[in-house]
């Protein structure tokens, strides 16, 4: 059977796809990651979410395009809305900011249950700090490069810690060192999230409103962070 080709962010989601599972792809747009498993045999069934009209019918035409018209279903709804936990077992959203990504799953919370792949376009932070105040421990990170950028995954097994807020605030910024450790692209992420961090901070010393100090102290308290996880990295 054919089967589209992904970009290496996409194949990188497909990767961390259980083989043998009943999928939902939240925000699936042209639906190209459950046609590519649905072709590759591996994985069971697929749903394919989408808010708007003109991307699930973008989905339609990929379905049709590789025969797989019987075993996409396609649906109309925000997030998770229109699916049932008991219709699935993996739970995509990927290509979204992490606000949203989270705001889905905690629409519909018996998502945490599930093996969940989630790739942020940004405020990965946010997304790791909602999880972590849930006690929902993510059971591995990814980093995949397409192009000057670096994209990042995170695998949620329906594992969940014995209390929230574990992390510090320069893990929920970043990862944790742990987590990404031997990765070859995890300096270089660790360095943009600082250069990130660095830039908010110059902005918010520069701010007169009250409003600011409680950011501007968060943000002292990332790179102090940040520059410990630099030498723990440098020293392995």
Known sequence: MTYPALTPRLHAVADLVPPGT??????????YLPAYLLGKGRIASAIATDIRPGPLERAKATAERYGLEARVQLRLCDGLDAVDADEVDTV??????GETILAILEADPWSFDKVCVLQPMSAAETLRAGLDRRGISIAR?????????????????????????????????AGTVSAHGDDPLWPEYLARSRDRAARALVGLERSRKPEDEARRVYFTQVLAGLDEMAKEVESI
């Open 22 to 31: 009943r999928l939902v792809d939240v925000g699936t747009d042209h639906a």
């Open 92 to 97: 995509v959203i990927a290509g979204m900011g």
């Open 141 to 173: 990170e990814v980093l995949v490069r397409e192009g000057e950028t670096l994209y990042l995954l995170f695998l949620l097994d329906g594992g969940k810690t014995e209390k929230g807020n574990a992390l510090t605030s320069a893990e929920h910024y």
